[in-house]
């Protein structure tokens, strides 16, 4: 385990608040910010979908500096994996929990937060922990088993494209060697989509996305998803031998023309593990999404609300939204302001309500 540390800790061996830590754990990079008006609580914050993030010094994004302002210290892991890295995630950030208890102390409180994918990364740390962490914020997530969620919203919609566009992303089984995440690729997507309008305006109907560019970033985006899961999971982790498509332009042809592909077995184990929610948390979870969301569109946060409710543990999940479009676009204001709720009812016991976020 290799740490920076900056700055260093007093002689007397306690925490010099204000400071921020860097270092790694495991080849996860981390950070550290201990606020000059820490309260004695923490909270662990899981990044989205992407590459594992490097640290530095600079300004921490406004969604989560308001959070720090308030007196938490905020900690959090780059994960050591990359893509789909739930299993990474989920990991390092309980290492990277540790290491802060040791270092700095057991904090009054431990709270776990996280937007889009880390969504359900704090999910799977509450049910994994429920005895180290006392309370969880996801925003703008996908709370529902991944292999369900993302073969609706990945590969079903790939299928359906492919289905509009043969051979333009190679297949949603094995994807073009082009195929990457750049907006110049979202451009080359889009010009082949422009070429057939009637095209382009079915598919974009049957996606739900708001706009002609959201479109072109949408596909793109989700084919690298699908090929960063595919050598991920080791195969093709979806079945769509049974699925009847709809809400298309003619969901008629749609069924008869998309092609039909079989699930490796291995794969789709893979996503069962990383991760199916049980839905049966020991502690308090309050969400928040926006009304429109292109990527994790808003449907994909009420299969966790549905399974507390069926499990009958619906009382420690409170479900809010906000009602700004895109992708967590939740405010720093509305971040504050749920946290807070969601710590009163930590403390008192008092369960906040559900609705819109203010």
Not at 102 to 121: A, D, F, N, Q
Not at 153 to 180: Q, T, W
Not at 252 to 262: D, L
Not at 323 to 348: M, Y
Request: with cysteine.
């Amino acid at each position: 385990m290799k740490l920076r540390l900056l700055p260093i800790l007093l002689a007397c061996g306690a925490p010099l608040f204000g400071a921020v830590e860097t270092g790694e754990i495991n080849g996860s990079q981390f950070r550290i910010d201990m606020p000059d008006n820490y309260n004695g609580s923490v909270i662990l914050y899981c990044h989205g979908y992407g590459g594992n993030v490097k640290y530095d010094q600079k300004p921490l994004p406004k969604q989560v500096q308001v959070l720090a302002e308030a007196g938490y210290a905020l900690v959090q892991a780059g994960y050591s994996g990359v893509g789909w890295a739930v299993k990474e995630g989920v990991e390092d950030t309980e290492a990277l929990r540790r290491h802060f208890a040791r270092k700095y102390g057991k904090p009054k409180r431990t709270y776990v937060m996280g937007h889009s994918m880390g969504g359900i990364v704090t999910l799977a740390i509450m049910e994994k922990f429920p005895e180290s962490y006392d309370g969880a914020l996801p925003l703008c997530g996908p709370l529902g088993a991944s292999l369900e969620v993302l073969q609706r919203r990945v590969f079903d919609l790939l299928v359906v494209f492919d289905y509009y566009y043969p051979g333009v992303i190679g297949s949603p089984v094995k994807l073009a060697d082009n195929v990457k995440m750049s907006p110049e690729y979202a451009t080359q997507l889009k010009k082949e989509m422009d070429a057939d309008p009637q095209k382009r305006a079915a598919i974009q109907k049957y996606a739900g996305f708001a706009s002609e560019m959201e479109l072109g970033v949408g596909i793109g985006f989700f084919a690298n998803i699908m090929k960063e899961l595919i050598e991920r999971a080791g195969g093709n982790p979806f079945d769509n031998r049974d699925t009847v498509y709809f809400g298309g332009e003619d969901d008629t042809a749609i069924n008869r023309g998309v092609k039909r592909y079989t699930a490796d077995p291995r794969a789709t184990e893979y996503l069962r593990i990383y991760y199916t929610p049980k839905g049966r948390p020991a502690r308090p979870i309050l969400a928040v999404h926006t009304v429109y969301d292109p990527i994790v569109p808003t449907w994909a946060s009420n299969p966790y609300a549905d399974l507390v409710r069926k499990e009958g543990t619906g009382e420690r999940f409170v479900q809010r939204f906000v009602t700004r479009p895109g992708h967590c676009s939740i405010n720093p204001d509305e971040t504050l302001h749920a946290f807070q709720d969601l710590v009163k009812w930590v403390e008192t016991g008092q369960r906040p309500a559900s609705g819109e976020q203010k």
